[in-house]
């Protein structure tokens, strides 16, 4: 079983509407989550990153982590086509600068 | 601004050749990572090092080694390329989780280097 788990996709969805991508992991020693984006023919780019359960807010996107339940997830809303790209969920260990990535989901947001 | 560069955007070597792969980040940062990403397989790690002279193997070292001689440089060498080592090739840096807040933890990724072995 890989480590970190992402929702296969791909993520169609209409313009406007609330995009949610899932990620879980298997090390319960995970401390910290990253959320990057990598637009088509680029590299990742960093979006958001939570350390304590519950919520983070930052502008259309909210990061959303359930420790208990090993269960991170990255919420888009109004939805635009520019958001069109592979999310890609990564995981660090406690005290570690090495992270593990999932797949990443790609998303299509639809005119 | 961070900026993370790559020696080059492509290139095209023969199998059997050696390759080096050179990555450069201007941020002091104390880590740097190779990856490898290929359709379907995700973002995989080959190598890491998290200072000057120090290395760890990551998931797929295989038919890999590496030099870290100055803290901003990482080099990725290939001893005798190969066909499945077609690839995109992702370096990235980071602070250390010793000298910097959690939040030092993200990594930023250069442009990539787009090999292909013939």
């Known amino acids: 079983q890989k480590e970190v788990e992402q929702n296969s996709g791909p993520l169609s969805v209409p313009e406007g509407a609330i995009a949610s991508l899932n990620c879980t992991y298997s090390?319960?020693?995970?401390?910290?989550f990253f959320w990057y984006r990598q637009y088509s023919g680029k590299s990742p780019e960093l979006i958001m990153f939570i350390y304590s359960n519950g919520d983070k807010e930052d502008g259309r996107f909210t990061a959303q982590l359930n420790k208990a339940s090993q269960y991170v997830s990255l919420l888009i809303r109004d939805s635009q086509p520019s958001d069109s790209a592979t999310y890609l969920c990564a995981v660090n260990e406690d005290n570690a600068g090495k992270s593990t990535f999932g797949d990443g989901t790609t998303l299509t947001v639809k005119p | 601004d961070v900026k993370v560069t790559q020696s080059s955007r492509y290139l095209v070597k023969r199998t059997g050749e050696k390759v080096f792969l050179e990555c450069v980040q201007d941020m002091d940062h104390e880590n740097m990572f190779w990856y490898r990403q290929d359709p379907g397989l995700g973002l995989r790690l080959i190598y890491f090092?998290?200072?000057?002279?120090?290395?760890e193997k990551g998931d797929i070292p295989e038919g890999y080694s590496v030099s870290r001689e100055k803290k901003e440089r990482f080099s990725l060498i290939l001893e005798s390329a190969s066909t499945n080592q077609t690839s995109m090739y992702l370096c990235?840096?980071?602070?250390?989780?010793?000298?910097?807040?959690?939040?030092?933890?993200?990594?930023?990724f250069g442009p990539g280097t787009r090999l292909t072995v013939t």
């Open positions: 990235a840096s980071s602070y250390s989780p010793s000298t910097g807040t959690r939040s030092s933890y993200e990594q930023y």
């Open positions: 090390d319960r020693g995970s401390q910290s």
């Open positions: 090092s998290y200072d000057v002279k120090m290395k």
